[in-house]
């Protein structure tokens, strides 16, 4: 291979010999969105899009990475781990071992303790070097998290070859952890935890504050049911600005209100929250108190009346992010109206919002009407062509060879 050709596969750039593959999913949040950073729920679910990393074990203390999506090696060495060091891709997969490797002075941290994992005797002073091969479906930069799918992929892998204990729930802080610090994106632990625990055919409830996780059924497929995803192929602009902000806002609602977290609230103290509160951040405050509160609504529903029943709750919150959270473009408004207008039996932009994609809970006998009609509306809008998909909920990270 020559440095200008993106490679194919794992010995078009590495000579070890492969020891294994594993593959883990991007998710599609199905309800609960940015909540997770207020200690709330959210109701991801694991889809049928994945990354795998394939490897290979050295004999010296690198890690060497590449990808399918792009030509060249990247590497480090396993006693120079460190996050000011790391830049681009690569740093999601360094990142994780580094997290590893810290882990033991972090095992204090809110994340690591509610995970209930003790990382405390990790030691990768002896750790064999790997090089790892990634590919993927997940569309990146689609909000369906195939950042997530890359660390949880690589996490399962480093544990596995490293024979380091951990449990799931506490991967996913490791993950976290990395994306954080390593990448640099100050985002919370949603992604990973559906990445790592999602189950086929089931949604992950996931107690942000506890990381209770439940497995919910979501019976789509049995209710006649798909979730369709139109990735309108807007770039996160303002992405990560107003991720901050919109954390900022949350945090100065709280405090104003003597909570530790919004979680803390409900739908009685909004009156009260309104009085004391500017109208911006009472209306951020409004969109996660009844965020959470939908979460929860969603759960129930699901398990006493069924997947049809939930349509009017996606609806729902998507009005809450585009009116009182403001997160959502112009191109997620019409595919989440043009959806509801030809058939979908709820929408919602998902994912942290500033473009990315939506998604509408379809008849399958509709799903065609609505795909045209969303393709048809972005047409008539001016807008750039949007990719529509059917996404299915499959199981969580795996080793699968
Ligand atoms: P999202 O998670 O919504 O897809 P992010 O910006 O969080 O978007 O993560 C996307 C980034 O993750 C990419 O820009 C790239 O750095 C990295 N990434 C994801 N998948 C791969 C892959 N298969 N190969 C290389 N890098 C990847
Ligand atoms: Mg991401």
Redesign the pocket.
């Known amino acids: 291979m020559t440095d200008t050709t993106t490679p194919r596969g794992f010995s078009d750039v590495f000579d070890t010999e492969v020891v294994g593959r594993w593959s883990a999913p991007?998710r599609v949040n199905l309800i609960g969105e940015h909540t997770d950073y207020n200690d709330g729920f959210v109701l991801p679910f694991a889809i049928d899009r994945r990354?795998t990393v394939t490897v290979g074990v050295r004999t010296d203390r690198l890690l060497r990475v590449s990808?399918?999506?792009?030509a060249g090696v990247h590497e480090i060495s396993l006693d120079a781990l460190d996050p000011a060091s790391m830049s681009?891709?690569s740093s999601?997969v360094f990142g994780i071992a580094w997290a590893l490797h810290v882990a033991p002075t972090r095992a204090e941290s809110p994340a690591f303790s509610a995970a209930g994992g003790d990382l405390s005797g990790v030691d990768l002073s002896t750790a064999t070097g790997l090089d790892l091969f990634?590919?993927?479906d997940?569309?990146?930069?689609?909000?369906?998290?195939?950042?997530?799918?890359?660390e949880c992929s690589v996490a399962l892998a480093f544990a596995e070859l490293w024979s380091i204990d951990v449990n799931r729930s506490t991967l996913a802080a490791v993950g976290q952890l990395a994306?954080n610090e390593a990448v640099g994106?100050p985002?919370g632990i949603m992604?990973q935890s559906a990445s790592l625990l999602g189950r086929a055919d089931s949604g992950v409830f996931l107690d942000c504050r506890s990381l209770d996780a439940d497995v919910v059924e979501l019976g789509f497929a049995a209710a006649g049911l798909e979730v369709l995803v139109v990735d309108t192929k807007v770039e996160?602009a303002h992405a990560t600005g107003g991720y901050v902000d919109r954390r900022a806002s949350c945090e100065r609602g709280a405090a104003a209100l003597g909570v530790s977290s919004l979680r803390d609230l409900d739908a009685d103290d909004l009156a009260r929250a309104e009085q004391m509160l500017d109208d911006e951040t009472f209306r951020r405050v409004r969109h996660v108190v009844t965020e959470n509160q939908r979460v929860l609504d969603t759960v129930r529903t699901l398990r006493t009346d069924g997947a049809r029943a939930i349509g009017h709750l996606l609806d729902a919150s998507h009005v809450s992010m585009r009116d009182d959270f403001e997160i959502s473009v112009p191109e997620l408004d019409l595919a989440v109206a043009t959806a509801q207008a030809s058939g979908a039996l709820g929408a919602r932009m998902t994912?942290?919002g500033f473009g990315?994609s939506a998604i509408a809970l379809v008849p399958t006998e509709a799903r065609a009407a609505v795909e045209q009609a969303v393709v048809a509306a972005f047409a008539e809008a001016g807008f750039a062509a949007p990719t529509v998909f059917t996404v299915n909920a499959d199981e969580g990270a795996r080793r699968d060879a």
């Open positions: 991007g990354t990808s399918s999506f792009e681009g891709w999601y990634v590919e993927s997940v569309p990146v930069g689609a909000g369906l998290s195939s950042s997530a799918a890359l994306e994106a985002t992604d996160h994912g942290g990315g």
